[in-house]
């Protein structure tokens, strides 16, 4: 699920900058790069779970 | 009747035989040359209207056939117009069919083909910008201080949650402890004060009582040195702690003495040196004086020394500690 929300993130920074929206895509990757260390914290709660 | 026979039994025993053969041969010819004429005259008056007869019934023939074959072939060419008209339409049709389908399909395999090659490259692209910046991600913010902040949070919220339990927030303290606090807070805070007053006084007492203390055993040590001695220990440590007065003076003494006997040594090598300079010349009046006169004066301390040496008539310094 966090893997899908990740990669869909990702796929919208590309998009914005295939569109060449540039000011979008400093927010989509910024989405992106939250959505990873979001992932990263869940991993680590996981485990320690 | 023959004609001959008539003219037999006419002329009988007139004419002879042969000029009845005669007669009757010119008039054969003759009614022959003339019915000869007369059935060409007539066949030719046939032959022209049947000629004409015919002329005008070919004519209206020929036109009531042209007619004819105008209007069947009007009636065939617009039945072969039709046909061929409904045969293209038909082909035209069939081929348009056709290319259209056929069209469809290549539209179809291209589009199929281009989704699919277009799904797997934007797979393949997400999947490696995901990976890269997992790398760098992992190089800027690591795991492990991740795990680390994580781990600082959820202490924070522990911690916040044994102070509630507690009770040392502020939120649960009541108003009389509030109250109670606040004096206690308030009469350390004028002892405080009063405590820095009194230390601060007391710093200023002893302060001057070391000056005192100093400038009493600076005097007291010092009051048997002569002035020289005295002013140059007395410029040394003024000011000076009474400890270290008592750690240093005998230090000071012993640097003015030698700086003193230094002083002493170099002035005597200098009288020598005149001494011998003199000898050698006639004038001795000028030695005399050079040698009344006060040595090189480096320092005023020194210079005070030595003036005292003269007052005490030696060379030499006695000194008592």
Do not use: C, W
């Not at chain 1, 990740?6 to 295939?18: G, T, Y």
């Not at chain 2, 680390?148 to 507690?166: D, F, G, P, T, W």
């Not at chain 2, 700086?259 to 005149?274: C, H, L, P, W, Y």
């Amino acid at each position: 699920m966090s893997e899908t929300i990740e990669k869909k993130s990702v796929q919208n920074f590309i998009s914005k900058i295939a569109n060449k929206d540039y000011s979008d895509a400093q927010t989509a990757l910024q989405d992106a790069v939250a959505e990873k260390i979001k992932t990263k914290i869940r991993n680590y709660v996981s485990q320690e779970k | 009747m023959d004609f001959k026979q008539i003219l037999k039994e006419q002329f009988k025993d007139l004419i002879t035989e042969e000029t009845l053969t005669a007669v009757h041969e010119a008039f054969e010819q003759a009614v022959n040359d003339k019915a000869e004429q007369r059935a060409e005259l007539q066949v030719e008056a046939a032959v022209t209207k049947i000629d004409e007869d015919h002329t005008a019934k070919l004519q209206s023939l020929v036109e009531s056939i042209d007619a004819d074959h105008t209007a069947k072939l009007q009636k065939l060419v617009e039945t072969i117009d039709f046909d061929h008209a409904q045969k293209l339409k038909k082909v035209l049709t069939k081929i348009d069919e056709e290319h259209t389908s056929k069209l469809q399909q290549v539209i179809e395999k291209y589009e199929t083909t281009l989704n699919e090659e277009a799904e797997s490259f934007r797979s393949r692209l997400v999947d490696e910008i995901s990976n890269y910046m997992d790398l760098y991600l992992e190089k800027v913010v690591p795991t492990e201080q991740v795990n680390e902040a994580v781990e600082n949070i959820r202490s924070r919220k522990v911690l916040e949650q044994i102070r509630q339990l507690v009770g040392i927030n502020e939120e649960f303290v009541d108003s009389e402890v509030k109250e109670a606090l606040l004096d206690g807070k308030n009469t350390i805070d004028s002892l405080k004060k009063e405590l820095n007053e009194a230390l601060e006084a007391n710093t200023k007492l002893n302060h001057e009582l070391n000056k005192v203390e100093a400038t009493m055993l600076l005097e007291s040590k010092t009051k048997e040195l002569p002035e020289a001695a005295k002013s140059y220990v007395g410029n040394l440590l003024k000011g000076k702690s009474p400890e270290y007065i008592q750690e240093n003076y005998q230090y000071v003494v012993e640097m003015f003495e030698k700086e003193i006997s230094e002083q002493e040594e170099t002035a005597k090598e200098g009288v020598k040196q005149r001494i011998v300079e003199a000898v050698d010349r006639p004038f001795t009046e000028e030695l005399h004086e050079e040698i009344s006169s006060p040595a090189p004066v480096t320092a005023p301390s020194v210079g005070g020394y030595l003036n005292e040496m003269k007052k005490l008539d030696g060379s030499r310094l006695r000194l008592k500690h």
